[in-house]
């Protein structure tokens, strides 16, 4: 009678034969990060580059007195949500002038003209070293950022869009 032999489980090599591995996690000012591919990493550079354009246009532009139009000196076309509805304003009216005003230094003012473009350029001041640093370190943030609830902050965005709209609305239509 012919019996199996069993089953040999392969056994580990000894701690000093194995070859090195790299860390799965980037130490960043003492805290583990999950570590980016070369796609993310990529990823992030053009994120943080973009955004330094960004704010660097900002700060050539010359903030139209109005609360709008900025962007015409671009050579962009005034805005047609504007024209079509007899000054009402977009969504996204005063984003431009904003961000050229906090740009130039004067907050309250970038603040008063367009409250959710002002959040957007903190985020754009905050998000410019942090998109660039995640692609020097090769810290993944779509993996660090996993677990937020990033349906509740969609709509809180959303929120704070539109209430801003309604307020620019306001202020434009007095």
Same mark, same amino acid.
């Given at each position: ?9 392969? /056994? ?83 984003? /431009? /002038? ?77």
């Amino acid at each position: 009678m012919n019996e199996a032999a069993p089953a040999v489980e392969p /056994t580990a090599p000894p701690p000093g034969d194995r070859p090195p591995r790299a860390p799965r996690d980037v130490v960043v000012l003492g805290r583990a990060l999950p570590r980016a591919a070369g796609l993310e990493r990529a990823f992030w550079a053009v994120c943080g580059l973009g955004a330094v354009a960004v704010l660097a246009l900002a700060l050539w532009l010359r903030p139209d007195p109005r609360g709008i139009g900025t962007h015409e000196q671009l050579g962009l076309p005034p805005c047609g949500f504007v024209e079509m509805f007899s000054g009402a304003p977009c969504p996204s009216c005063g984003f /431009t /002038t904003t961000f050229a005003l906090a740009a130039h230094g004067r907050p309250a003012e970038a603040f008063r003209n367009q409250p959710f473009g002002f959040f957007l350029f903190c985020l754009t001041v905050l998000g410019a070293p942090l998109a660039l640093g995640a692609a020097a370190r090769g810290v993944s943030l779509f993996e660090a950022t996993d677990r937020w609830p990033w349906g509740r902050i969609f709509v809180g965005f959303l929120a704070l869009w539109l209430l801003s709209w309604l307020y620019k609305w306001l202020v434009l239509m007095r």
